[in-house]
């Protein structure tokens, strides 16, 4: 039922900034870990960082620790994910993912995410 959809991916050179936002629809926004998640091409959807309900925690993968930064506004059902400092590995298509639980697997396990964006275009040229 929750819809999610992602926007702000683009071209940048490396050491540039992005900031992708996702969308969220219904009004249990609050209620649901928000995380986002990269796949480049012939590799597996990975793991990028993830926030818990209210935001009071956050995770992320060490690849873009002190680079990528994820945040949220309740009141407006989006979550943010702020990128510094690109790096031409983080090319990729960038997927925007809610979760009611993470008891099972834990919040950087895919299958938790229960709605998934459509997903939006990173690419860091050299």
């Known amino acids: 039922q929750v819809q999610l959809v992602e926007s702000g991916g683009g071209l940048v050179q490396t050491g540039g900034s992005l900031r992708l936002s996702c969308a969220a629809s219904?009004?249990?926004?609050?209620?649901?870990?928000m995380g986002w998640f990269r796949q480049a091409p012939g590799k597996e959807r990975d793991f990028v960082a993830f926030?818990?309900?209210?935001?009071?925690?956050?995770s992320y993968a060490d690849s873009v620790k002190g680079r990528l930064t994820i945040s949220r506004d309740n009141a407006k059902n989006m979550v943010y994910l702020q990128m510094n400092n690109l790096k031409p590995e983080d090319t990729a298509v960038y997927y925007c993912?809610?979760?009611?639980?993470?008891?099972?697997?834990?919040?950087?396990?895919?299958?938790?995410?229960?709605?998934w964006g459509q997903g939006t275009q990173v690419t860091v040229s050299s």
């Open positions: 926030i818990s309900q209210l935001g009071g925690s956050t």
């Open positions: 993912a809610a979760a009611s639980s993470c008891s099972r697997y834990g919040c950087k396990d895919r299958r938790m995410y229960d709605y």
């Open positions: 219904g009004r249990t926004f609050s209620s649901v870990v």
